[in-house]
């Protein structure tokens, strides 16, 4: 019998939500009761929560499911109040009480004495038993430490476990520093999400300009934040060394970006005892961490012959110089920063790569994403642009940021530098792939319209070429791109640099312009000799002396001889390169570094090229790279030079050129150059003021 409402004569509608959640909690009862069957349990202790090893990637897939559908009936099933109340008040009352427990050294003294009632547990940590038992209770309703009612006993977890003081992890540092001062940052949110407000949360609580980490220092919290951080290294090392093929790098310098105190770095050397590293990051940072390798008590010491000292670097991987290495790593870096700062980074990367068959990056960092299960990465994200200015990333917004600063193939070396890889299903070959269609669709059309046209264009011939079988369509097209936009890339990259070290040099500029202005008068054949000499001039060396201090790249393309090739350095001395081993030329080594061009290696001085002797010429022949060496240096260079000194010339004429006053105070380091481009093209602006 129903009644009007569709409900039962006893007023228990069917299917209602009481009958929904009556069934939910018979499930959910055998749901726990089944979790906490005695050889379930070790199971999942074992394969979920063992810190010294990677959690079972099915079961902990497995389990983030389930956990993250459980949140999602609790949301759904909490009265809002309560989940309010955890926000405003819930969060800080446990953040802090774990605070207290870690002060207090419980999880220790449990470890020791488990089992004891919070009486006994007061005694023994010198607190009251009336505050502590609410402390203990919220903490245990929070997941932290296990509760005997009938005994009204406590005892450890695998939670509590992690934060004794003594547990290997040292995961109570990162209570110590991160429930403290970091809590305290938080009260600035509010007020760091103002449209007018350009300092962070920390900034604003602290009222400092400072980095946060600035700050730290002056503070003298530094030496704390370096335990924390070397304990979560040290923490994540053996899952860091079990999930990535490290065994592949073998005994090349492994190079930790931003790798603080060198937890990390100490862990890899340790497990692959033929690999030497290397840590660059900032002089206060590298202050603390020298010690920890190179000094006879250091906790790192006994790894510390295969990390020189010369290898632990004061430097700014953002705007600074990143010694050159085949293999970088970095471990929780790039969040630190918005994305045209983490672009910026890894083009300093990319640009200082030594390419070769075992080149690469690890970037170790968070992947931001939605659910229970992904709240650690949404407080990071929080966390980050609270202290740092920075952010947690989705897969696909790491994927868009490796794209945007370069990261792809072959000008990285790895398989695509080999003949045999176009065979492979690879991303890079399909790109390819999809490139070259386009390409020839793109020159078909500009065939058609040249022909509809009447211009005479060159492709009208060039393609008739390949009518004839005198070269087939792939050269054609090969030899197009190569054309349009590796020489025009070069040629710009060559002439750029000139008129940016002219606007700041006046003397050079106006001693040129009288070199200039004396060919001109000369008359035509006079300049056109003058032009074509790429050798005697103050022109040619102006020119040479911009090449030598920015090169077109920091590497060449990596090349390799198809035989053995034997190579005397001294007397005596010799070495065999086999054949096939790819090398590239380090161009700052040769141009700029090499005590060759010393004293003033680093000065813009063209008058170097018009001093030496024929001698000197000839010995420094090898140490100038430009557009090669031997007879495969570029067929265009002779083309592009002149291209240079007619541009050169012209401007130099006409125009009176100068740095804007923001450019000139930085100075020639200072200098930003155009990251979106392999080659080094300046990205900024100079005065150039016609003359009357």
């Known amino acids: 019998m129903s009644n009007s409402n569709g409900g039962s004569a006893s ?153 004794r003081t003594d547990h290997w992890t040292q995961w109570h540092t990162w209570v110590d520093l991160y429930a403290t001062e970091f809590y305290d940052m938080a009260r600035g949110i509010p007020a760091s999400l103002r449209c007018d407000e350009n300092r962070t949360a920390g900034q604003i609580t602290y009222d400092t300009d400072d980095t946060i980490f600035s700050y730290f220092e002056k503070q003298g919290w530094i030496p704390r934040v370096h335990r924390a951080f070397n304990a979560s290294q040290g923490a994540q090392a053996p899952g860091i060394l079990m999930d990535y093929p490290w065994h592949e790098i073998g005994d090349k310098t492994v190079l930790d970006l931003g790798g603080g105190g060198g937890a990390l770095m100490a862990s890899l050397l340790r497990a692959h005892p033929i690999m030497r590293g290397g840590i660059l990051d900032v002089a206060a940072v590298m202050e603390h961490t020298r010690p920890f390798f190179h000094s006879p008590n250091g906790q790192f010491a006994d790894v510390g012959d295969r990390i020189a000292p010369i290898d632990l670097i004061d430097g700014d991987f953002l705007d600074g110089f990143i010694p050159p290495q085949e293999v970088y790593v970095m471990k929780w870096c790039l969040h630190n920063w918005l994305d045209p700062e983490a672009v910026r980074i890894l083009r300093n990367i990319r640009d200082s790569i030594v390419p070769g068959d075992k080149s690469r990056l690890v970037v170790l960092d968070a992947v931001l994403r939605d659910g229970a299960m992904g709240r650690l990465t949404q407080y990071g994200d929080v966390q980050m642009l609270m202290s740092v200015k920075g952010r947690e990333r989705t897969v696909e917004e790491w994927e868009a940021l490796a794209r945007a600063a370069g990261w792809e193939y072959v000008i990285n070396g790895g398989i695509h530098r080999f003949s045999w890889a176009r065979f492979l299903p690879t991303t890079g070959n399909a790109k390819l792939a999809e490139f070259k269609g386009n390409w020839r669709r793109f020159n078909q059309d500009a065939l058609a319209h040249a022909k509809q046209q009447s211009t005479g264009a060159p492709i009208i011939s060039m393609t008739a070429a390949v009518s004839a079988g005198a070269i087939d369509e792939e050269q054609l097209l090969q030899t197009l791109d190569e054309s349009l936009f590796a020489n025009l890339d070069v040629t710009v990259g060559g002439l750029s640099w000139v008129p ?24 035509p054949e006079s300049l056109h000799r003058y032009l074509a000499d790429g050798r005697t001039t103050y022109l040619a060396a102006c020119v040479m002396e911009s090449s030598r201090l920015r090169p077109l790249a920091a590497f060449s393309v990596p090349q390799a001889a198809p035989t053995s090739r034997r190579f005397s350095v001294g007397q005596g001395e010799e070495y065999v390169i086999p054949g096939g081993t790819s090398f590239v030329v380090d161009a700052y080594a040769l141009n700029v570094r090499n005590e060759a061009w010393a004293p003033d290696n680093e000065d813009f001085r063209p008058e170097r090229f018009m001093e030496r002797t024929d001698k000197e010429a000839r010995d420094r022949r090898y140490l100038f790279w430009r557009f090669g060496f031997g007879p495969r240096q570029c067929m265009g260079r002779h083309a592009a030079d002149l291209i240079i000194r007619m541009t050169v010339a012209h401007l130099v004429r006409h125009y009176d050129l100068g740095l804007l006053p923001s450019d000139d105070e930085l100075g020639e380091k200072g200098w930003s150059r155009n990251r979106d481009s392999w080659i080094t093209h300046p990205d900024f602006k100079i005065r150039c003021e016609r003359r009357s």
């Not at 006046?506 to 001109?520: F, G, K, N, P, Y």
């Open 11 to 163: 007023g228990k509608p069917h299917g209602s939500a009481l009958e929904t959640l009556e069934t939910i909690v018979g499930d959910l009862s055998r749901l726990v009761s089944s979790l906490k069957e005695p050889s379930l349990h070790a199971e999942l202790v074992s394969k979920l929560h063992d810190a010294k090893i990677l959690p079972d990637k099915k079961i902990e897939s497995l389990a983030g499911e389930a956990v993250d559908l459980l949140d999602e009936a609790k949301q759904i099933l909490q009265p809002s109040q309560l989940v309010l109340a955890d926000h405003f008040m819930g969060y800080y009352l446990s953040t802090q009480s774990l605070v207290a427990a870690v002060a207090f050294k419980i999880p220790d003294i449990l470890h020791n004495s488990p089992g004891l009632t919070v009486l006994e547990l007061a005694r023994e940590a010198g607190v009251r038993e009336d505050r502590l038992r609410p402390v203990m209770r919220l903490l245990h309703n929070k997941g932290i430490f296990t509760y005997d009612a009938s005994r009204d006993s406590y005892t450890n977890n695998p939670r509590s476990e992690l934060v």
């Open 500 to 523: 940016v070290f002219l606007a700041a040099h006046e003397d050079v500029q106006d001693r040129l312009r009288t070199e200039i202005d004396s060919a001109v008068a000369n008359g």
